[in-house]
């Protein structure tokens, strides 16, 4: 196979610089894990409520098994709209306070949806440097110039703004509210103001926040009251939903026009109906335990706290997410192992998922860990970090 010699010679590369990855295999999936005769906490989950088994989710999903069958069978648009996406799509809009919603194969699939949906290569997206993968990819399929403003830094998204003309084409503002990498929050009142000061759409990706922040779990547009201001807010059915698929909440007439322009939406079969019903299922827990985001930020803010008392570096976490600073890819790797053989399961997160110089231990708290767990985590975390030379 010479014509793969050249792949070979860049999985070497990656290698050679620790950024190479693999798979492991993991015998089930959830906060705590067994492996063999071994239990782990597992802090690289992001079913941060606990969903993923709860009876209610399991029994729901297992009904419209039962039901109605494995897969939807044709695309929305064909005759894979079945009565669970509607309900879903309703019941999802009136979480987040939204007209309507639509969804989405995953998270993934709808950022690249919706943004080439709205916009060509006439328009201008202005997104912060740390927003996920699938929005910097959904940017380029769409071919509109790309401004990415710091990270966080309102003003000079307002100096990228005021450089392209209100005349030269469609404007939108993107960003996440609850960033993955880092668990830190988006200023979105004052994004939103400058946005809306300079005729500019606004999308929020609430991956993280949704099901977390705001009353409900409905996300922290809404927590701040937003949803007039943000054109756009995706949430994701795969983090504190504990199951799978992506969704937008938005107003009616952009709905209607995802539906005729979204090419993932329109060109890909629909969820299948017990993943549809597990995340009915999950948002009827959310609804009815209102407390559960609060209870999660509480413990994940213990941990946290303990973590920087001991002069940690958990940036400017503020969420479920704890990153603890590591910078060399090395050394997060190292950092990783140790805390695997206490029966600790955090994946260290390395470039490009993160930015270079600064990979990561990320830690995110889910309700299935105990106030003990976290105690018990924190307490080895800064030993660790100690044997590594970190503190
Ligand atoms: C901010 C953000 N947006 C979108 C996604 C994609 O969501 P999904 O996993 O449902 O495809 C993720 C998940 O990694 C994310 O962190």
């Known amino acids: 196979m010479h ?14 610089s620790q950024l190479d990855r693999h798979l492991q295999v993991y015998p089930e999936a959830g906060g705590k894990i067994q492996i063999g005769d071994r239990s782990y906490l597992n802090f690289s989950s992001n079913d941060y409520l606990n969903l993923a088994r709860h009876p209610d989710v399991v029994a729901k999903a297992a ?61 201008h997206v202005f997104a912060d440097k740390l927003v996920h993968a699938s929005i910097v990819d959904a940017v380029t399929l769409s071919r509109a110039h790309l401004y990415r403003f710091r990270h966080n830094d309102v003003e000079h998204l307002e100096q990228l703004l005021k450089k392209v003309s209100s005349t030269s084409g469609r404007k939108l503002v993107v960003t996440e509210s609850v960033f993955s990498m880092d668990g830190d ?42 949803e007039p ?40 079969t629909a969820l299948p109906p017990p993943v549809v019903a597990a995340a009915l ?44 600073m590591v910078g060399e890819n090395s050394k997060a790797l190292a950092v990783s192992q140790k805390l695997r053989r206490h029966g600790i399961i955090g994946v260290a997160i390395r470039p490009p998922s993160v930015p270079r110089g600064t990979a990561r231990i990320r ?16 307490q080895v975390i800064i030993a660790t970090a100690q044997g590594e030379g970190l503190l």
Not at 95 to 117: C, D, E, M, Q, R
Request: with cysteine; charged share 20%; proline share 2%.
């Open 3 to 16: 014509h793969e010699a050249w792949i070979n010679k860049r999985l070497c590369e990656l290698g050679k």
């Open 63 to 123: 009904e419209a098994l039962t039901g109605s069958g494995c897969g939807a069978t044709a695309s929305r648009l064909v005759t894979g709209t079945l009565n669970l996406h509607d309900e879903l799509e309703e019941r999802l809009a009136r979480h987040k306070g939204y007209p309507s919603a639509l969804l989405f194969g995953s998270g993934f699939l709808a950022n690249v949806g919706t943004i080439p949906a709205l916009l060509d290569k006439n328009d």
């Open 281 to 324: 299922g999950a948002l009827q827990v959310i609804e009815d335990n209102r407390d559960l985001g609060a209870q999660l930020l509480k413990n994940a803010a213990a941990l946290r706290n303990r973590l920087q008392e001991a002069g940690l570096d958990t940036g400017n976490s503020a969420s479920q997410i704890v990153p603890v």
């Open 185 to 226: 929050l988006a200023p979105l009142q004052d994004i939103a103001d400058v946005a809306q000061s300079h005729d500019a759409m606004v999308m929020i990706d609430e991956a993280h926040a949704t099901g977390v922040f705001g009353p409900n779990g409905s996300g922290l547009v809404s927590e701040l009251g937003l």
């Open 229 to 268: 201001l943000v054109n756009i807010s995706l949430g994701t059915l795969s983090k504190a939903f504990g199951g799978y698929g992506g969704f937008v909440a938005c107003s009616k007439s952009v709905r209607a026009f995802l539906i005729n322009h979204a090419r993932s939406f329109i060109y890909s």
């Open 363 to 378: 830690l995110s708290v889910t309700l299935s860990h105990t106030r003990e767990d976290l105690e018990h985590v924190g």
